[in-house]
């Protein structure tokens, strides 16, 4: 199976900050990458799919990039309300859909 | 206006069972494959099942292969986690979720989550 590694584990940043999450597949998997936020106590949301395509009603701050093994989740200027655990997603075709490790995103 | 509702969560001992279900509204159940996926205390994500929309396709994650069936019925809109021989480590919440096309695509929606505590 395909393994999907996150990196960091966790930040801290400043509101406004410029943040960036990396993501990287064990395999290549094109572009069938996406990313989820999961705030504290709630469900996990869809921000991204197909690498950099933007959920409806997801803010135009986040953006996503990358093909094949390596792929990005930016935040481009960090607000108070993206405090999260973002988790990056695999789903080329078949399960297993594999989730990254997550990264933990916290305002300094 | 897409609703999943598990139930069936709750305490159980080691090597005990307990079955899951996943009720699903505001969408054509039987046209998308379904999965479930569960989240351990202060833990990440674990992609556990999943079932195909005619039920004739079923995926498990090693850690609970041969221990959980998955199943569905399209007539009722109802999906299940039949789990059995329960560990420790299945301790989680676990969401039951739809993805957002008719294949193995993102996950638009989730459940709220049924919480599962294995322990004696």
């Known amino acids: 199976d395909i393994q999907m590694t996150q990196s960091p584990s966790s930040l801290s940043a400043s509101v406004g900050d410029r943040v960036t999450i990396t993501c990287r597949a064990s395999q290549g998997i094109s572009n069938y990458l996406a990313w989820y936020q999961q705030k504290p106590g709630k469900v996990p949301k869809l921000l991204i799919y197909?690498?950099?395509t933007l959920q409806s009603g997801v803010p135009s701050r986040f953006s996503g990039s990358g093909s094949g093994t390596d792929f990005t989740l930016t935040i481009s200027s960090l607000q108070p309300e993206d405090v999260a655990t973002y988790y990056c997603q695999k789903y080329n075709s078949a399960p297993p859909l594999t989730f990254g490790g997550g990264t933990k995103v916290e305002i300094k | 206006e897409v609703q999943l509702v598990e139930s069936g969560g709750g305490l159980v001992q080691p090597g005990g069972s307990l079955r899951l279900s996943c009720s699903a509204s505001g969408f054509t159940f039987s046209s998308y494959a379904m999965h479930w996926v569960r989240q351990a205390p202060g833990k990440g994500l674990e992609y556990v099942s999943a079932i195909s929309s005619n039920g004739g396709s079923t995926y498990y994650a090693d850690s609970v292969k041969g221990r959980f069936t998955i199943s569905r019925d399209n007539s009722k809109n109802t999906l299940y986690l039949q789990m059995s021989s329960l560990r420790a480590e299945d301790t989680a919440v676990y969401y039951c979720v739809k993805g957002t096309y008719s294949g193995y695509d993102p996950f638009d929606y989730w459940g709220q989550g049924t919480l599962v505590t294995v322990s004696s």
């Open positions: 197909a690498a950099s």
